[in-house]
């Protein structure tokens, strides 16, 4: 069999495969919307975890800079008082 | 007498514990998931031959009957975690059940989309008020309902014990889904796939089947380690553990 004719028989085959036999309208559909599903589901909790992740610094950071604040404040203005 | 039982529950019950526990089993439960999901649908999509009646539309039971079992199973892990959470006001276990909701109201989801679309060529209609459907549909609706509640407090602990209580009455229905087609003359069809006894089904159905309802048993182990972990690091955002790993991941 020349490589051609293995090609076509080999899309051919992928054809018929993707027909289901006629029922492709209803095969297809369901098994996006499975794998749809389940990617959402996936990804949703890590989207989740930057955030949370990514506000605890915001919030660690402003402490931070409260206190730094605080800090120079009482050493600058002392020696002036 | 086994004294370490306890204490080794009590262990992988604290958060940092089972946090770094769920992490090293997640890869491997998304791998086996993957790679027996994969190994089902080559098996369901490519190997099984054509239904003598249904023809090839009868190749959505590969995931509608999976996810359909998924949907009951989770519910099964929820109604117990929160009865466990009630009981014992363990942390850990009103966060397996509040975020396991989401999951299973996934697979049901899943589950009445692709009955639907197999439902159109078989029976002619994509839906009907049939007990079978029907009280797979209040299922989901439980699923939404702990889901909503446990968001509609201000403090979610207590968010969390409402959620959890609305579960445990909700188990009523996993029996009523799963009998359904027993107890009433249905247009859904009965129980294919019998574990205590001969399954009506030939082999080269049945394996890929098998194999996908084992899949996804491994894909939730993957969604809830990975839900549980998120969920912890929120939780205990003010400890020190979680300001660790927020410090370590801030580099990346």
Known sequence: MSALQ???TVSGDAAAFLKMGGYAAYVWPAYAVFFIVLIADTVAPRVRRRRVLRELRARLARQQARQDRAGSNSTSTSPSL | MANWIPLWLHKLGSPPTFYRFAGMLRPWAMALALLLGAVALYGGLVLAPADYQQGDAYRIIFIHVPSAEMSMFVYAVMGVASFIALVWRIKLAEVVAMESAPIGAAFTFITLVTGSLWGKPMWGTWWTWDARLTSELVLLFLFLGVIGLFHAFEDRRQGARAAA??????????????FSVNWWNTLHQGSTVNIFGKSKMSW???WPLLTMMLATKFYYAASLFNRVRTDLLALEGGKDWVRKIAEDEADR
């Not at chain 2, 209580?165 to 799963?178: E, K, T, W, Y």
Request: proline share 5%.
């Open chain 2, 165 to 178: 209580f609305l579960a445990i009455i909700g188990i009523i229905n996993v029996p009523i889904v799963h």
């Open chain 2, 204 to 206: 080269d159905m049945l």
């Open chain 1, 6 to 8: 293995t090609f076509f």
